[in-house]
């Protein structure tokens, strides 16, 4: 149903011209300030009010015209086009777009672009499998983590493959809140829990053995984040683990042995690639096609959707698109976004940093949304503020920690050793990358040699030309001098 015919208070900021359809219209601006491109208009028609996306705007010697699609529901006959059309007013399109729900049901993404007055909070019940993509710098991260915030503040619980370490800092405040946003800082220490190899992420909760020893029961607790930070581990160990990890959650939530919880994974390209195959791929593929109709759901972030399995980025669900400039991967978010069609495509290749086309499942109408900020530190890759910690923090740290220790003894004895089995079966069998990264130091060690055989052989040079230089110039003096005496002479 299209909302209820309200009379615009406002004035008329377009004409409609030419043609029309019951799904656009072209329009004569008439108020230049006030119409943009990827703004709302709405207009009435027998008796109801409708809401229009300005899709492409331009201008034609001294007018300014556009073409604007209808959103949400169209109306039986097409537009008249003696109407005049306005500006749509906040409510209208926080209606009209179905974001307007109640914040405790949402995931609270950001505010509509343009629209500061707007909130997009995406129902949960829709949001599905989400697909969070963007070129390096894009922004996903930190999206993926404003979703990690909002499900632990609504006690949904989560686990996250972090292959950077950059998901530890959700247990730090931010440093500044905002208005704009309506955002305070906050702290998910309290819910957070994170495995690591304690070596390389001294700040972490528990090595990340043990969580091979942990039942899915207790890395799946309601309002509670499981971070299993794979810094400094191989990509190999990664993949072995990822796979133990995914599959015994799997075979947990399909016995109905966990509640309803979403897997974040990172770079996902890596863990289900397109081309080859890493050991991760079939239960990656398994979550993304099997796990919703048990609430094991995968959100799934990558820089490159064109290098990720097809089975997995085939799948409905919600996309959050950063910017991709690779028309190859705009190509394929496109393609395999719900709603989302080529005229995006320039949109997508022009997002700032924060800024997303929401589209899929959540939402009605693909939506440009200003990520809001986080309400925790951002962490770059591999940096841990708790292993910079206050000494005091500290030492509240490692009560914590030997808590959380004693409770996961009697089952760490037992961890330990599948994980040194688990590393034996990768350095024993299938070690490509270990033997990779052995080659490549091999490599390096020679280059390094030629390196320095070249540097002494430059210097030897220099020498020599210094040496010749020299000569030179003591020649062109003695000829200099000879010349001078045999003019002198005549
Ligand atoms: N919604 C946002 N609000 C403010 N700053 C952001 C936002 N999203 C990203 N940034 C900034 O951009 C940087 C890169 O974002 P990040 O999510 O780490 O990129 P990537 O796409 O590579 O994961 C962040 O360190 C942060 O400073
Ligand atoms: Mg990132």
């Not at 990690?148 to 949904?156: D, K, Y």
């Not at 493959?161 to 959700?170: I, K, P, Q, T, V």
């Amino acid at each position: 149903m299209p909302p209820k015919a309200s009379k615009p208070s406002t004035e008329p900021v377009a004409d409609i011209i030419g043609r029309t359809t019951t799904a656009s219209i072209n329009i004569r601006v008439t108020d230049l300030k006030a119409v943009g491109r990827n703004e709302f208009l709405t207009l009435l028609h027998e008796g109801e009010e409708y809401l229009l996306l300005v899709k492409e705007i331009w201008r034609e010697h001294h007018e300014t015209k556009g073409t604007c699609t209808v959103v949400g529901s169209m109306p039986r006959t097409p537009f008249n086009p003696d109407v005049s059309v306005y500006k749509a007013s906040p409510s209208i399109v926080g209606e009209a777009l179905g974001i307007d729900i109640p914040r405790d049901e949402a995931v609270y993404a950001g505010l509509l672009s343009g629209y500061d007055e707007i909130q997009v909070l995406l129902p949960i019940k829709k949001l599905g499998r989400l697909f969070i993509v963007g070129k390096t710098g894009s922004g996903k991260s930190y999206s993926a983590a404003v979703i990690m915030e909002e499900f632990l503040e609504r006690g949904i619980p989560i686990v996250v493959l972090d292959r950077h370490g950059e998901y530890s800092s959700l247990k730090i405040p931010a440093e500044k809140g905002s208005k704009r946003f309506d955002v305070k800082p906050k702290s998910y220490e309290e819910n957070v829990i994170e495995f690591a190899d304690l070596s390389a992420n001294p700040g972490a909760d528990l090595p990340i053995e043990a969580v091979l020893g942990t039942k899915p029961k207790d890395l799946v607790v309601s309002g509670q984040g499981t971070i299993l930070n794979f810094r400094g581990l191989d990509l190999s160990v990664q993949e072995a683990l990822s796979t133990e990890i995914l599959h015994s959650l799997y075979k947990a939530a399909t016995n109905r042995e966990i509640p309803p919880f979403y897997c974040f994974v990172d770079e996902a390209h890596l863990l289900a690639p397109n081309r080859g195959k890493a050991a991760t791929t079939k239960m990656m593929r398994l979550l993304a096609q099997e796990g919703r109709k048990f609430a094991a759901n995968l959100v799934v972030i990558t820089q490159k959707p064109q290098l990720l399995d097809t089975h997995v980025r085939s799948q409905v669900g919600t996309w959050i698109v950063h910017q991709l400039t690779d028309v190859r991967d705009v190509d394929i978010t496109t393609q395999s976004t719900e709603g989302l069609s080529r005229e995006w495509d320039d949109d997508i290749q022009h997002l700032d940093v924060g800024q997303a086309v929401i589209a899929g499942d959540a939402v009605k109408v693909p939506l440009i949304v200003d990520i809001r900020i986080r309400e925790t530190t951002h962490g770059a890759i591999g940096f841990n503020p708790l292993d910079f910690a206050a000494p005091q923090a500290a030492e509240e740290l490692e009560r914590r920690r030997s808590r959380l220790r004693k409770s996961f003894a009697d089952r760490m004895k037992t961890a330990v050793k599948r994980f040194e089995e688990l590393h034996a079966s990768i350095e024993g069998g299938t070690g490509r990358v270990p033997k990779r990264i052995a080659a490549l130091s091999e490599e390096l060690k020679a280059a390094e040699l030629k390196l320095r055989e070249l540097r002494e052989e430059n210097k030897v040079l220099k020498k020599e030309l210094s040496k010749v230089k020299k000569q030179k110039d003591k020649a062109i003096k003695l000829a200099e001098e000879a010349l001078a005496r045999l003019k002198r002479r005549r």
